[in-house]
């Protein structure tokens, strides 16, 4: 197609993959909704990535001018951009991950519940192509609400015969992200050696980071923990806020989306003891989708980990989220099955 890009700095394939096989095996990143606040510098991130072979940047609009951009960088990877629904399938083809921040985000006064009809139809019809054209890839879910879209995937994944709840993961990271950067701020340490568990969901109340476990430790009082805990749970709308009608989280969201699509990218390559939040399907509480930390392997989740103590503030947080939860994803559900 006319509208596609591609860069090739150092010319025929023989030399590329005398390249690509220096620098690890080849792994093709598609980006889903690529054009846009999240999907742009996630293209910039993903090109930076040592570990991406192919980047493959889709959305219904502007990805030619994107993967454009991109692909002068000089780094790695393959760059080309797919504008178009007749488009998708090649840009899927062969892709290792789908990494999907296509959709509509949030304004002021808009929960991520509200953007549910439009969001759903989209990822319902991504994940349709996904299935076809490349049923075994990794798919990291940013579209909101994470909480159904997520379930939604993985009934459209049952209905199409491929689903394999070790390759469906929503991502979460940013809630970690922030859950670190906050508490480092308190607690006065250097924030890149925080650590901080983030389990449950990614919405409001259901978003539940584990303090108690955090680390370095702080032993800060319980008010600030209450205080942090409601920062990161509204983290999101702060930033909404703070667009004022300009959209939500991009840049860290991008960061984040990086961060987590890499360490898929490790546990593919075998790289041992890569955990990372993430919410998947589980067992590890009566609902059927819940975030904890996961071991990523060569087939995506290796483990799901389980919650480990937590403190009786964190105990109740649990209780609360869990009908809020259960009626997301009965909602993602219900809407896959019906639609
Ligand atoms: P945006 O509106 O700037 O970009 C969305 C892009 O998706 C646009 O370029 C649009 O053309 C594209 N798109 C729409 N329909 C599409 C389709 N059928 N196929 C491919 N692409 C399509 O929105 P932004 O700010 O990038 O947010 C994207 C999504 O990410 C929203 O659902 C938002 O709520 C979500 N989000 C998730 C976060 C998380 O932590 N998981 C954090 C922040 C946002």
Redesign the pocket.
């Given at each position: 197609s006319a509208l596609k890009r591609t860069s090739s700095s150092t010319g025929g394939h023989i030399l590329r993959r005398d390249f690509s096989s220096e620098s690890g095996p080849n792994r093709k990143v598609a980006v889903?909704?690529?054009?846009?606040?999240?999907?742009q510098p996630l293209a910039l991130l993903m090109k930076l990535n040592p570990l991406v072979s192919h980047l493959s940047l889709?959305?219904?609009?502007?990805t030619p001018g994107v993967a454009a951009d991109v692909s002068h960088i000089n780094t790695r990877s393959e760059v080309k951009g797919y504008a178009g629904?007749e488009n998708?399938a090649e840009a899927l083809d062969g892709a290792d991950i789908v990494i999907i921040?296509?959709?509509?985000?949030?304004k002021p006064g808009m929960t991520?519940d509200d953007?549910f009809n439009i969001?759903a139809g989209?990822v319902k019809?991504?994940c349709t192509a996904i299935a076809k054209y490349c049923p075994h890839a990794l798919v990291n879910?940013?579209?909101?609400?994470?909480n159904s879209t997520v379930p939604i995937a993985a009934e459209v994944f049952k209905k199409a015969g491929t689903y394999d709840e070790k390759r469906l993961f929503?991502?979460?990271?940013?809630?970690v992200v922030r859950a670190k950067t906050f508490y480092a701020g308190k607690a006065k340490v250097p924030v890149a050696g925080v650590n901080v568990p983030v389990v449950g969901g990614?919405a409001g109340v259901t978003i539940l980071p584990l303090f108690s476990q955090a680390t370095p430790k702080a032993n800060l009082p319980h008010e600030e923990i209450i205080a942090l805990t409601k920062r990161t749970q509204d983290g999101?709308t702060e930033?909404v806020e703070a667009k004022a009608g300009k959209?939500?989280?991009?840049l860290?969201?991008a960061y984040?989306?990086a961060i987590f699509a890499d360490a898929c990218l490790k546990g593919l390559n075998g790289v041992p003891d890569v955990v990372e939040c993430s919410y998947v399907q589980s067992t590890i509480t009566e609902l059927p989708f819940f975030a904890s930390k996961v071991r990523l392997g060569k087939n995506g989740v290796e483990e799901v980990l389980g919650l480990g103590a937590l403190s009786d503030f964190e105990k109740e947080g649990l209780e609360k989220l869990k009908p809020e939860l259960q009626s997301s994803i009965e909602k993602g559900i219900k809407f896959a099955s019906q639609s």
């Open positions: 889903l909704g690529a054009a846009g606040g999240i999907g889709y959305d219904i609009a502007g629904e998708l921040p296509a959709g509509v985000p949030r991520r953007l969001n989209i019809s991504l879910m940013i579209s909101n609400p994470v929503g991502v979460t990271t940013l809630d990614h999101g930033v959209g939500s989280a991009t860290s969201m984040a989306g």
